[in-house]
């Protein structure tokens, strides 16, 4: 049998063909001629990469060229017949279906078949059927026939394969399958024996030979199967509570898992929130296989939400409470630009003295030229005279004046502020076929701490802020505290079984009562004695600045106060009567009428606002506030008059009806109520000091400030 050529040798023997060609066209030879020459000297093969390099000239001169052309032809085919004949003879002792053992030896053959096949139909004048031999068609055939039977063979095959052993169905086949699209077409005939294989084997199957084979809908149904086998393997096939479902979630997940039902198990987590009593939104994280529906305080009927259900997990939402702390207030001294002042520029004044200087050798240079014209001393005089002229045109560039700044010192606060968001919940974990049930608190807490600079001016060349802001802070109240499914579970099975209690519905329904009336009445308590309960009604609002002023509560939630209180700021300081440290957000304000709402993140007790006709001058009022720091502080005094003055901080626009008294009213007051008995008939707002005046204070008339709460 001739020597085989490579395909590395045939691509050399071509490209020294393709060299040649044009030398032997240039000196008058043909294709027929360069064949003839090649088969004359027996290089066969060279003569066949002569044909398919120029197949056009032979069918255009095949007469011509005939006996050269079958000369190739035959010493090609003699060099394949004996394998060819071999490879059907090896074909045809192939019996389909083979027992697994066979497979890698009757794959290598189809291998080894293919690629002979592929090498005896490189030859392009072999592929004429003329010069083609008939044992390679037969061959062709067979492997076709034989390739077929295994293919249709392949689902069979692939059911009754050991998947769970070291090798792959995919990689010992005899004929090649693209793993993805053959899984994804016959997963669910598998399914049978996945879903009773064990935790061990479908880890094996998954992660193993079959990883990359497996669709994400494939890798779903492996991750229920392995929670089926966990399940079967803890229990012994008897009932699994509910620890062991969610340590079977969790040891999945760490796995690598994720799954999306329990076999056989129906799972409910109901949301229960009480809108009122959270101040931030909550976003739940859904990484357990529960039915999640979401329902109001008030709608809740645990009968209900029960029903169809294996286990329920309720979330009851007691309470969502953002807490802010000022850890830390400084005043820190700077200084800013104010304006400018004139100055002498000492560039111009330099400039100057350099023409002066210039001036007087050009005076020089051209008293020694008038005396002694010679070449010498005049080129001394044209240089004199171009130094001259450039420093008087430097000079014409320079401003005899610079604006020299003018600073001003001042002093501004930065503030540290600790914000944080408490979820309390309550979870009642309800066995719904033995009828049984546990509960445990928790809570779930975020944090975040923010600087925030008051009073900073914005010509302060200095500082370079890089803090954060009241709107940054905002932000963060509004973002969603994000609770994990897993994350309450986990902390709720370390209760389950030994704290389960006997159902009864009402009995949970009546628990979740008491708890919301617990969190109300907590929000509302206050345990220190009072000896004047309207104290109980005023709160201290104390600026990021530092300055302190007052308040008070006209809803539970909402505390009216001075706009020039909280002026610029969003978010302000709050202490009440029982020293409880709150945060508020000015919500609405007024300029004209001085006023301010401030949502508070705390309950308070609201006052009464008269809205009578009933009051008048003489009548005895009393004015709550702190005076100078000294808080909670009371002052008495009559109703002078009641008068109508322009606004202090809108002169423009319409006058404002006051109330006169002669009650202390000083810095720190401004804010608090002025009561009428239990009633407050005004908001203190402004004293008229002058050193001959004395007990001249006003208050915005109650009927300004009805309509300004009421949004009029």
Request: charged share 25%.
């Amino acid at each position: 049998m001739a020597k085989k050529v490579t395909p590395e040798r045939f691509k050399n023997i071509a490209l020294f063909i393709i060299i040649l060609t044009p030398l032997l066209v240039s000196q008058g030879c043909s294709s027929g001629d360069q064949l003839n020459s090649l088969v004359k000297k027996g290089k066969f093969r060279e003569a066949a990469s002569i044909y398919e390099l120029d197949i056009e000239y032979f069918r255009k001169y095949r007469d011509k060229n005939i006996h050269n052309l079958k000369l190739v032809a035959e010493n090609l085919n003699q060099s394949y017949e004996d394998d060819l004949q071999s490879h059907v003879t090896k074909l045809h002792k192939t019996s389909w279906p083979a027992e697994k053992t066979k497979w890698l030896e009757i794959k290598e053959e189809l291998r080894k078949t293919s690629e002979l096949l592929d090498e005896y139909n490189g030859y392009a004048i072999l592929q004429e059927k003329d010069f083609r031999l008939s044992t390679y068609d037969s061959l062709q055939e067979l492997v076709s026939e034989i390739t077929k039977n295994i293919r249709q063979g392949a689902a069979t095959a692939f059911l009754n394969f050991n998947h769970f052993g070291d090798e792959s169905f995919f990689d010992i086949y005899p004929v090649s399958i693209e793993p993805r699209a053959f899984m994804s077409n016959h997963f669910k005939q598998l399914c049978p024996i996945l879903e009773l294989a064990s935790t061990q084997q479908i880890e094996h199957f998954t992660f193993g030979p079959y990883s990359d084979a497996l669709n994400q809908e494939n890798q779903e149904s492996m991750s229920n199967f392995y929670i089926g086998a966990y399940l079967r393997e803890k229990t012994n096939n008897d009932r699994a509570d509910f620890r062991i479902i969610m340590d079977s979630h969790k040891i999945a997940r760490d796995r690598g898992f994720e799954p999306s039902e329990v076999p056989g198990v129906k799972l409910g987590f109901v949301q229960v929130v009480s809108e009122e009593l959270t101040q931030f939104p909550i976003q739940l994280s859904k990484n357990l296989p529960f039915v999640v529906t979401k329902v109001d305080f008030n709608d809740i009927a645990v009968q209900e939400v029960s029903e169809g259900y294996d286990y329920v997990v309720i979330f009851h939402i007691l309470e969502g409470i953002i807490e802010r702390k000022v850890n830390s207030r400084d005043e820190i001294s700077s200084s800013f630009q104010s304006g400018t002042v004139p100055v002498s520029n000492p560039n111009y004044e330099a400039t100057r003295m350099q023409v002066i200087n210039c001036q007087n050798r050009l005076n020089l240079c051209m008293s020694q030229y008038n005396s002694n014209p010679t070449f010498f001393t005049g080129y001394a005089l044209g240089a004199a005279r171009t130094q001259l002229n450039n420093a008087m045109l430097q000079m014409q560039n320079i401003p005899a004046y610079i604006d020299k700044p003018i600073y001003e010192n001042y002093k501004y606060s930065r503030v540290e502020i600790g914000a944080k968001k408490i979820l309390n919940v309550k979870c009642y974990v309800i066995d719904c076929v033995e009828k049984s049930y546990f509960s445990k608190d928790v809570s779930f807490t975020q944090k975040e701490d923010f600087t925030i600079f008051y009073g900073v001016n914005k010509n302060d060349t200095k500082l370079r802020l890089n803090t954060d802001t009241e709107q940054e802070l905002e932000e963060w109240t509004n973002e969603a505290i994000v609770v994990t499914m897993s994350d309450v579970v986990e902390r709720c099975k370390i209760s389950f079984p030994e704290d389960k209690k006997p159902i009864s519905l009402e009995t949970v329904e009546n628990e979740m009562r008491i708890n919301i009336s617990s969190v109300i009445e907590k929000l509302q308590s206050n345990n220190v004695t009072i000896f004047d309960p309207r104290f109980e009604c005023v709160v201290v609002i104390i600026n990021p600045t530092g300055t302190i002023s007052s308040g008070f509560f006209v809803k539970p939630d909402i505390v009216l106060t001075n706009y020039h209180a909280v002026e610029g700021i969003k978010y302000v300081e709050m202490k009440t009567y029982g020293e409880q440290e709150t945060f508020g957000k000015v919500e609405r304000f007024d300029i004209r009428l001085d006023l301010a709402l401030i949502k508070v993140q705390t309950r308070g007790k609201p006052v009464k606002i008269y809205d009578g006709i009933g009051i008048s001058p003489g009548d005895t009022v009393d004015a709550i506030g702190h005076p100078k720091g000294l808080e909670f502080s009371m002052t008495r005094g009559v109703i002078s008059a009641f008068r109508k003055i322009p606004s202090m901080y809108a002169p423009a626009a319409d006058d404002v009806l006051f109330i006169q008294t002669d009650a202390a009213i000083n810095p720190g007051n401004s804010g608090g109520p002025l009561f009428l008995g239990n009633e407050v008939i005004g908001v203190n707002t402004q004293k008229m000091v002058k050193t001959e005046i004395e007990g001249l204070g006003f208050a915005v008339h109650y009927s300004e400030v009805l309509k300004f709460i009421e949004g009029e």
